[in-house]
T-cell receptor
Framework: ETGVTQSPTHLIKTRGQQVTLRCSSQ?????VSWYQQALGQGPQFIFQ???????GRGNFPPRFSGLQFPNYSSELNVNALELDDSALYLC???????????FGQGTRLTVV | AQSVTQPDIHITVSEGASLELRCNYS??????LFWYVQSPGQGLQLLLK??????LVQGIKGFEAEFKRSQSSFNLRKPSVHWSDAAEYFC??????????????FGGGTRVLVKP
């Protein structure tokens, strides 16, 4: 059983650019959730995808968007990057039968 | 709206001593509660979870937590701390969603330092 994998591990972007982060969910899981963890804080829920549709969203602006693919992998897209978007972005997968969420190692995004 | 408070930002404990991390939550119904641990630069690892039933739950690495509904608390404990327990610990509450997985609300975390 493979775990949750995220790519890339680190990246640096310039303010105003766009970025795409990727997540492969754990085998058998059909739900993917994304979280933003700013330095020194707890993770904050961005949104969740279930069966390729958004299933709940946290307090994040529309420039944060996502996709879920038929194989349940997912992308997080952030447009018009701001300095405050610098954070660790965590992906978590889960399934209907098991409400436990399994987290990936995260992508560290730095906006300069 | 659900929320989680971890009152202690930092805790320093001697190796071999006991550890207790506090967590208070706010949620309108019976909550799903979790404790996660995060080592520097890493993702989150689940230590234990409470969904229902016995209010004292056992987790990995010798950790346990007790759900107290009357106090809206879910405190984490370990009888004897090892140097490898130095990390950041997060308490989280999950919104029950039978159609999909939980959406978690996390506390701000407690950083645990272990003295030799």
């Amino acid at each position: 059983e493979t775990g949750v994998t995220q790519s890339p591990t680190h990246l640096i972007k310039t303010r105003g650019q766009q970025v795409t982060l990727r997540c492969s969910s754990q085998s058998g899981h059909n739900t993917v959730s994304w979280y933003q963890q700013a330095l020194g804080q707890g993770p904050q829920f961005i949104f969740q995808y279930y069966r390729e549709e958004e299933n709940g969203r946290g307090n994040f602006p529309p420039r944060f968007s996502g996709l879920q693919f038929p194989n349940y992998s997912s992308e997080l897209n952030v447009n018009a990057l701001e300095l405050d978007d610098s954070a660790l972005y965590l992906c978590a997968s889960s399934s209907v039968s098991n409400t436990e969420a399994f987290f990936g190692q995260g992508t560290r995004l730095t906006v300069v | 709206a659900q929320s989680v408070t971890q009152p202690d930002i930092h805790i320093t404990v001697s190796e071999g001593a006991s550890l207790e991390l506090r967590c208070n939550y706010s949620y309108g119904a019976t909550p799903y509660l979790f404790w996660y641990v995060q080592s520097p630069g890493q993702g989150l690892q689940l230590l234990l979870k409470y969904f229902s039933g016995d209010t004292l739950v056992q987790g990995i690495k010798g950790f346990e937590a007790e759900f107290k509904r009357s106090q809206s608390s879910f405190n984490l404990r370990k009888p004897s701390v090892h140097w490898s327990d130095a990390a950041e610990y997060f308490c989280a509450v999950g919104a029950q969603d039978r159609a999909a997985g939980n959406k978690l609300t996390f506390g701000g975390g407690t950083r645990v330092l272990v003295k030799p």
